[in-house]
């Protein structure tokens, strides 16, 4: 069976640091992955996609950036954080298909203080 | 472009009762699919129910039914025997044609069941 994992679970960082929240997945290939970050409260807002190495879609234009190094590895990255970045980071997968839901890690809380 | 629009903040119902979440769409895409997610506190996203555009049928998983009204462009989700650990936020999502795309999320709706 395919599983997601994403870690550290949480993570307080100061203004001005880097960041990096990794996400794996096991027991497929080739699946499209996804980064979305939660604001406390509100709905989840896309942030990067990728349907294969190499290939990242960015959907908001921000401080962060990702990569795909391997086929079921995702990386969430920034140089600087800033204290608008604080927020629930969601990892998520789904193979191809209109109907695939997308299978959720259990996400990262980051507070920039 | 796909937007999905949930007005209910927030919602209570009575253990044992049946709730009704709403959830409204819009796409130009002549083909969809919809999507309802469960988030309890612990922040897990927890899929549960995936209704197609073209088909004939409302979809169920248990206690939980899909309520398809296409003209309408609604999608609300039915829970039936309401159990306190129902109590959740709950997301309503949609992918537009192409199979690559992401889910596009409502704003969601808090549900508390009380005993």
């Known amino acids: 069976s395919q599983t997601i994992h994403q870690w550290p679970a949480t993570l307080v960082q100061p203004v001005g640091s880097p960041l990096s929240l990794e996400c794996t997945v096991e027991g497929t290939s080739n699946p499209n992955l996804y980064w979305y970050r939660q604001a406390a409260g509100r709905g989840l807002q896309l942030l990067f996609y990728s349907v294969g190495i190499g290939q990242i879609s960015s959907e908001v234009p921000q401080n962060l950036s990702a990569s795909r190094p391997q086929d079921r590895q995702f990386i969430l990255s920034s140089k600087k954080l800033l204290l608008s970045d604080s927020g629930f980071y969601l990892c998520a997968w789904s193979p191809m298909g209109l109907g695939s839901p997308l299978h959720f890690g259990n996400g990262t809380r980051l507070t920039v203080t | 472009a796909q937007k999905i629009t949930q007005t209910q903040p927030g919602m209570f119902v009575q253990e044992k009762e049946a709730v009704t979440l709403d959830c409204t769409y819009d796409t130009s895409d002549p083909s969809y699919g919809l999507f309802w997610y469960k988030q309890p506190s612990s922040g897990e996203m927890i899929f549960l129910i995936y209704?197609?555009?073209?088909?004939?049928q409302n979809a169920t998983e248990g206690r939980y039914s899909l309520n398809f009204q296409k003209a309408r462009k609604s999608a609300n989700l039915v829970i039936s025997a309401s159990q306190l650990g129902d109590s959740a936020m709950y997301f309503c999502a949609m992918r537009g044609t192409v199979g690559n795309t992401p889910l596009v999320f409502g704003k969601g709706t808090r549900l508390s069941v009380i005993a």
């Open positions: 209704q197609g555009s073209y088909d004939q």
